[in-house]
């Protein structure tokens, strides 16, 4: 088994449109949501979204060429492939056949289908634009990275909901531990903010119409975000031999499913993964110093995964340090894992535990320290990041400083 060691890392969302940025807001409790932009905001009812700000692609790609085949999905995702490359310092030769490319999504080209949905449908339009396809398949992220950066090693799409990007990374690893590759560019995007999958998501009655307050009293539920993350993932071996800054080490990994039912989570799912995680990692509970929660600010998901905790944990659950970092980029679904990865590798560097803003009031079926609207300055040294699906597909990842 190879160590695995975190090179590169690279992100846009409503924190900012690269790393850097990010961290900092991240650890700062910069909330970056706000009424939506990207629509008609009188056609919802929630209106409060997470959204990439200022984002110009014509910085990023060429109209001409690249944009007809980019979904906004797939244009996050190349832009903190890029920079997650850019940040490991890896040179074309390194990238060919020894990497891979494992990229998560939940929902793929949304923007593209509810455009061509009104075209049909709103306009009566006979047509779609020829590369309607292409545009949306989950996959079109892992291929135009790939593409873009001349990676002919194994190269697909993860979609497993909001899990997607925690899939990916664990695939990752399993894909240089198997000597499929050298390096695994992996991470997750996502770009639900149209009007259709709102107004689905508005179905589920989970949206919340201010903010999203994970694990407090009177929570109101789930804010959409919008972006990417990307990781660089390097055998430990070949990071050093061509002289990388390494970052974090992805030390463990679990994966489970609740075998349950499709929305309602129970305890056993996201303890499991927790506990698959920790015996992958080969430490013991205790060594667990700050964890990144799923904590979408729904009812029952902040109860069961505090439960979980409590189940997996024991007395050292009150001696975490936990936040959910939803409450500032929004919920990220299929890009999730990667987006708190990167609030995780914050930690890390900084030795501060991000906070989990817009908290108001204790819920005591909630009654963990939550970081709360403040950061917490901290030794950190293990960091696990939780991410559990709808399905009750879980991943739990730890990284080592």
């Given amino acids: 088994m190879h160590r695995v060691a975190v090179t590169g890392v690279g992100c846009i969302t409503a924190l900012g449109d690269n790393y850097q940025q990010f961290s900092k807001n991240v650890l700062e409790g910069y909330c970056g949501v706000a009424p939506v932009t990207l629509f008609d905001k009188s056609l919802v009812i929630s209106q409060q979204v997470a959204e990439v700000k200022n984002f110009i692609v014509e910085n990023h790609f060429d109209v001409r060429k690249q944009l ?29 056949e020894s990497s891979s490319v494992v990229y998560g999504t939940g929902i793929g080209g949304q923007t593209t289908q509810d455009e061509g949905y009104w075209r049909l449908y709103g306009e009566k339009a006979k047509r779609l634009p020829p590369f309607t396809v292409p ?8 291929s135009h990275i790939s593409i873009d950066m001349g990676i002919t090693g194994p190269s697909f ?40 999958t709102v107004k689905a998501w508005e179905g589920m009655r989970v949206l919340s119409n201010d903010q999203c307050r994970p694990f407090s009293a009177g929570r109101g ?18 990071a050093e031999k061509r002289g990388a800054t390494i970052l974090a080490e992805l030390v463990g990994f679990g994966m489970s499913s609740d075998a349950n039912h499709v929305v309602a989570p129970i305890v056993h799912g996201p303890a499991s993964a927790m506990s698959k995680a920790l015996d992958n990692a080969g430490i013991v509970p205790e060594k667990i110093d ?48 990667g987006v708190e990865a990167a609030a995780c590798l914050s930690a890390l560097e900084h030795q501060v535990a991000p906070p989990t803003v817009n908290f108001q009031s204790a819920d005591p079926e ?36």
């Fill in 157 to 196: 799409g993860v979609t497993s909901s909001c899990a997607s990007a925690g899939h990916a990374l664990c695939v990752g690893v399993m894909m240089l531990n198997s000597g499929q590759c050298d390096v695994a560019i992996c991470g997750g995007s996502e770009a639900p903010i149209n009007v259709g």
């Fill in 290 to 337: 700050y964890i990144n929660a799923h904590g979408s600010g729904t009812q029952q998901n902040d109860v069961t995964e505090t439960a979980a905790i409590h189940s997996v944990f024991g007395k050292h659950a009150t001696n975490l340090a936990i936040s959910s970092t939803k409450a500032m980029h929004g919920h990220t679904l299929g890009a999730a894992s």
């Fill in 135 to 142: 545009k949306l398949v989950p996959s079109s992220a892992a």
């Fill in 221 to 238: 539920g789930v804010i959409l975000g919008e972006g990417a993350a990307t990781l660089i993932l390097e055998t430990y071996e070949h």
């Fill in 68 to 96: 007809p085949f980019l979904d906004r999905f797939a244009q996050f995702a190349l832009v903190s492939a890029r920079e997650a490359v850019s940040h490991a310092g890896l040179t074309d030769q390194v990238l060919s």
């Fill in 366 to 401: 909630c009654d963990l320290n939550y970081v709360v609207n403040c950061a917490q300055p901290m030794k950190v040294e293990y960091v696990m990041n939780n991410s559990f699906a709808f399905g009750g597909l879980n991943t739990s990842i730890i990284f080592r400083r």
